[in-house]
Nanobody, 115 residues
Framework: QVRLVESGGGLVQAGGSLRLSCAAS????????FNWYRQAPQKQREWVAG???????FYADSVKGRFTISRDHAKNTAYLQMNSLESEDTATYYC?????????WGQGTQVTVSS
């Protein structure tokens, strides 16, 4: 099993930055993909960014150029650097990992952007 714990959320003014962390523990060997998703109140969960096992990165159009996903293999931690935050980025952010074809989710961290 893989346990994912997010941290780094909080309240920030529009235009500001936050860095989210996703610490993986347990049976982490073989995690191939990390993703970040978010869910705003009364909206469906949406994919935000992803990183493959070859370190290729992918972004939703809404965050491209503002968010950066990265991974520290030694620390078994994934990150989401969020810059130029907008009120529309307010949501609970979830870390998601895939190992052996099985998905694992974190509990989420709240990001609130005030305008």
């Amino acid at each position: 099993q893989v346990r994912l714990v997010e941290s780094g959320g909080g309240l920030v003014q529009a235009g500001g930055s936050l860095r989210l962390s996703c610490a993986a523990s347990g049976s982490t060997f073989g995690i191939t993909v990390f993703n970040w998703y978010r869910q705003a109140p009364q909206k469906q969960r949406e994919w935000v960014a992803g990183m493959s096992s070859s370190s290729s990165t992918f972004y939703a159009d809404s965050v491209k150029g503002r968010f950066t996903i990265s991974r520290d293999h030694a620390k078994n931690t994934a990150y989401l650097q969020m810059n130029s935050l907008e009120s529309e980025d307010t949501a609970t952010y979830y870390c998601h990992a895939i190992k052996g074809g099985s998905p694992f989710w974190g509990q989420g961290t709240q990001v609130t952007v005030s305008s």
